[in-house]
């Protein structure tokens, strides 16, 4: 399965939005550097869809709207 997300590193909370079926907004705790908001955002969504995290993969790292495979 391959989603989108727009990611929002330095906020409040933790939270994932769905947008529409392959989309989604996160909003990230941990700053942009030194990949710990990717980190988190891997643990985000392997919560939310009740999965390992070796199962996630993103395929731009460095951008804020991400493309990820689920695998």
Same mark, same amino acid.
């Given at each position: 399965?391959?989603?989108?997300?727009?990611?929002?590193?330095?906020?409040?909370?933790?939270?994932?939005?769905?947008?529409? +079926?392959?989309?989604?907004h996160?909003d990230?705790?941990?700053?942009?550097? +030194?990949?710990?908001?990717?980190?988190?955002?891997?643990?985000?969504l392997?919560?939310?869809?009740?999965?390992?995290?070796?199962?996630?993969?993103?395929?731009?790292?460095?951008?804020?709207?991400?493309?990820?495979?689920?695998?």
């Amino acid at each position: 399965m391959i989603i989108k997300i727009k990611v929002k590193p330095n906020s409040r909370e933790n939270k994932l939005e769905k947008i529409n +079926d392959n989309e989604y907004h996160a909003d990230i705790t941990e700053k942009a550097e +030194d990949n710990k908001a990717n980190i988190e955002l891997i643990k985000l969504l392997s919560k939310y869809f009740n999965i390992s995290h070796k199962n996630i993969k993103i395929k731009n790292p460095s951008s804020r709207n991400k493309i990820i495979e689920i695998n």
